[in-house]
């Protein structure tokens, strides 16, 4: 198997610099496309052998070091007993939104294993397949986003009622987040009990919070999480991975730090060399180009992966990525052209 994925985490020497793209599998791929025409996106997340497909197109269609399980970050919050639609053009919709303690209530914390059965079934079935070729990732959003999903319906612009309720009513959302911490954690460790040979955390919206107000509402959570998950792992004998990507992350490296994860994902903002400085030597950083990169022509592509790669060679470990998800409208042949060049490049 290709592990140059996995020892760049861990900070080991590789040959070239790894490379996966968060979204990966997607819309921007063709061969996606044909089988969504089919099922819907629920559907297809729930039924383990089209999961596993899906997931494997990249790793052919562009030679990635590593696969992402194909999912969302809001399985565990419908297990958690939410509606959940994913509405075409408008993005995902929960109801009713958990804005109150009676909606609180009715929320439980899930058996990963047989409420959310499909996804383990789907790594086990990957695991077969991608036996000889790269390593699996798994992952949950981290509760911070997974909470602003819940308190605010679906999407937001600017957060308003999860700010609201976190500066109005601190014992409802330390409630919320306690369930959902639970939820996160347990689920991670079913991921990791079926195969999932790393797991990345998404706090996509963390980025929205003053350092202040990040350290008292979202770390302690995450912290938490990715704490109890490698005691957990110490006490089994297991050694999987942990990344904790948060999206505009530049005001809150310094207080991120300490949050027990083997790879910090960076997004654009900031030059990734930067980054580095304010994290600790013992960590390996992923990022960090801007997704909007891939409409360039080619050689401008060129020299801003050469720019990262260089920018990146001071940490102990680099895991060469997007600063945020592969958008719909990219060329898939740019992408691949991508990941060739932080191949060529870095050998
Ligand atoms: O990275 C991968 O390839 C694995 C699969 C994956 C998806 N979503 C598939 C998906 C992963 C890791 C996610 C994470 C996710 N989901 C995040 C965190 C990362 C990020 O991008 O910020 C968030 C915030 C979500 C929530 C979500 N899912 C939204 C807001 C949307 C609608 C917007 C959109 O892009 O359509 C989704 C839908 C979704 N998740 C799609 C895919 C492939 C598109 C569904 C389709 O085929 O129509």
Avoid at 214 to 237: G, T
Wanted: charged share 25%.
């Amino acid at each position: 198997m290709n592990d140059t994925f996995l020892k760049a985490c861990r900070g080991e020497a590789v040959p070239y610099t790894p490379v996966w793209i968060m979204r990966q599998a997607g819309r921007y791929l063709k061969q996606y496309q044909k089988i969504r025409k089919k099922v819907d996106f629920l559907t297809l997340c729930k039924t383990p052998e089209l999961a596993a497909e899906v997931t494997i197109q990249p790793i052919d269609a562009l030679g990635v070091d590593a696969a992402i399980l194909f999912s969302d970050i809001l399985i565990p919050v419908e297990a958690m007993g939410m509606k959940l639609k994913f509405l075409e053009k408008k993005g995902p919709v929960l109801t009713p939104p958990v804005r109150n303690e009676t909606a609180l209530k009715k929320l439980s914390v899930p058996q990963p294993e047989t409420d959310m059965g499909f996804v383990m079934e789907t790594i086990k079935i990957l695991r077969k397949e991608l036996a000889t070729r790269v390593p699996l990732i798994g992952f949950s959003g981290a509760p911070f986003t997974t909470a602003t999903y819940m308190i605010e319906g679906g999407t937001s612009k600017n957060f308003l009622h999860t700010k609201r309720m976190i500066f109005e009513s601190p014992a409802l959302y330390a409630s919320l987040m306690s369930k959902v911490t639970t939820t996160v954690l347990e689920y991670l460790k079913a991921q990791i009990k079926a195969g999932a040979q790393a797991v990345q955390l998404f706090d996509t919206w963390a980025g929205i919070f003053s350092p202040l107000d990040y350290r008292e509402y979202v770390f302690p959570y995450v912290r938490e999480v990715i704490k109890s998950l490698k005691s957990w792992q110490a006490a089994e004998n297991i050694r999987v991975p942990v990344i904790y990507f948060v999206g505009s992350c530049s005001g809150l490296l310094e207080e991120m730090r300490t949050c027990g994860a083997d790879v910090i994902g960076i997004d654009w903002r900031i030059n990734i060399d930067d980054a580095i400085k304010r994290l600790d030597s013992d960590l390996s950083v992923q990022g960090n180009l801007d997704p909007c990169a891939l409409f360039m022509p080619k050689e401008k592509i060129q020299y801003r992966v050469k720019d990262i790669l260089k920018r990146a060679s001071s940490a102990r470990g680099h895991i060469f990525n997007l600063g945020h998800g592969v958008l719909p409208e990219t060329s898939a042949e740019n992408v691949a052209s991508m990941v060739e060049m932080v191949h060529s490049f870095s050998r």
